[in-house]
């Protein structure tokens, strides 16, 4: 089981019950599982989901990650997360793989934080950790994500970890500008840390067996 950790972060796989639970309903508090951390072992945390959790944008794509799950019951680690706050162990948002590498060493990352708890450097903190992992791994050669043209919160996220342009293409919402950052070189490495981002010793992993 994928499980990272920064300074004020927890991302672990988000589970299908807790998908399921929030199209039912908002506000709720759930267990999740996960691996081990710095903190304790691996097991379960109780998290609590406010209303704005995913956002609306994530909650719309819920049915289509639910039905992912259902093909693969273990897309680990190459699925889809749940943003932890370690304080008080608040949903504050959902990052993660949109699907495994594919046959070029290309995998692409999404986030997404709370409305609310923008501005905090959340997003930049856990995607500096994400990607770091990635690159770590032999099968990837490239870590790719795109935003909106007019999305410049989340395009300053992207140059903040590292990413460059790529290109741009026509979406249904506008202009998307397409990123990557590459491997392999000192691009394997772990980049600086950003907004108490951990790097190194500090980006924890936990995986079965």
């Known amino acids: 089981m994928l499980t990272l950790e920064t300074s004020r972060l927890l991302l672990a796989p988000t589970p299908i019950s807790v998908m399921r639970e929030r199209l039912e309903r908002a506000d709720f508090v759930a267990d999740m599982p996960i691996g081990r951390t710095r903190d304790a072992a691996a097991g379960r945390l109780t998290v609590r989901f406010p209303a704005e959790w995913p956002g609306d944008d994530v909650l719309a794509m819920l049915p289509a990650w639910i039905a992912r799950r259902e093909r693969l019951p273990d897309p680990a680690p190459w699925c889809d997360c749940v943003l932890v706050r370690r304080e008080d162990r608040l949903a504050v948002g959902s990052m993660g793989f949109k699907a495994s590498p594919d046959a070029t060493g290309m995998v692409e990352i ?11 450097g959340y997003a930049t903190e856990m995607v500096s950790a994400l990607v770091a992992w990635a690159l770590l791994r032999p099968e990837v050669r490239r870590v790719t994500a795109e935003c909106l043209e007019a999305n410049l919160a989340s395009a300053r996220v992207l140059e903040k970890t590292g990413f460059g342009r790529a290109g741009r293409r026509a979406g249904e919402e506008g ?12 691009e394997r490495k772990p980049p600086a840390a950003a907004n108490g981002a951990a790097t190194g010793p500090g980006i924890q992993l936990s995986e079965p067996g």
């Open 175 to 186: 202009l998307l500008l397409l990123w990557e950052r590459r491997s392999p070189g000192i």
């Open 110 to 120: 999404g986030y997404a934080v709370n409305v609310s708890l923008r501005g905090h």
